[in-house]
Structures are given as structure tokens and as C-alpha cells.
């Protein structure tokens, strides 16, 4: 079955980073798009980036938010994939999800909890 397992959030102090990482498994994961999500207290989940499959030349989105400071990438090889979160501040804390639209069903991970903070 479909897994997405996320790893590498946590404390960091505000222009501090972090890389975060999601491992997949039960799917072809190289030609599948790839996103972060992420969900702050009393707020809607909102997309942060993405990145194409190998089939679409593993092109990236991001958020508005998230330009200049994010950087999403894929190892098709280990089958996963990273976010890093540079020049953090304290209202990017919050719970960061990975995701994969595999035969018409949204997968989520577990979350992984970022908090900047001095």
C-alpha cells in the first residue's frame, strides 16, 4: 500500500533551516508529482511546492510564501522527497505534510511538526 513517511522538522531559531524529507513507498514514485503541504494552528492546510514527475522534466511550484526561501527536490532512487526550508521565520511554524495523488486517491504522511522560534 501507498506510504509517505516524513522526517527532519523540528526547533530552530527565525533565519534558521531545517531540510525535511519524505520517504515513499507502494507506487511508482518517479513518475508521480510530489507536494508539501503544510497546516498551522486555526488555519487551512495550504500547498507550499511541488515537483512534476520524471515524465514532465520535474518541474517545481511554490507558494508565494515559500519563493526564495524553499527548495523542493526529488531522488527518484531512494524515492524520496525534500523540502528545505531556509531563512525560516516564525510564521512558517507549522505541522508539514507530504503528498502524492496515486490512483485517484489524495495520501498523506504523518506530519512533521516545524517550529521557528527564538
Known amino acids: 500500500q501507498v506510504q509517505l513517511v516524513e522526517s527532519g522538522g523540528g526547533l530552530v531559531p527565525p533565519g534558521g533551516s531545517l531540510r525535511l524529507s519524505c520517504a515513499a513507498s507502494g507506487f511508482t514514485f518517479s513518475t508521480r508529482a510530489m507536494r508539501w503541504y503544510r497546516q498551522a494552528p486555526g488555519k487551512e492546510r495550504e500547498l507550499v511546492a511541488a515537483i512534476s514527475g520524471t515524465g514532465t522534466g520535474g518541474s517545481t511550484t511554490y507558494a508565494d510564501s515559500a519563493k526564495g526561501r524553499f527548495t523542493i527536490s526529488r531522488d527518484n532512487a531512494k524515492n524520496t522527497v525534500y523540502l528545505q526550508l531556509n531563512s525560516l521565520k516564525p510564521e512558517d511554524t507549522a505541522v508539514y505534510y507530504c503528498?502524492?495523488?496515486?490512483?485517484?486517491?489524495?495520501?498523506w504522511g504523518q506530519g512533521t511538526q516545524v517550529t521557528v522560534s527564538s
Open positions: 503528498n502524492a495523488y496515486v490512483w485517484a486517491v489524495n495520501y
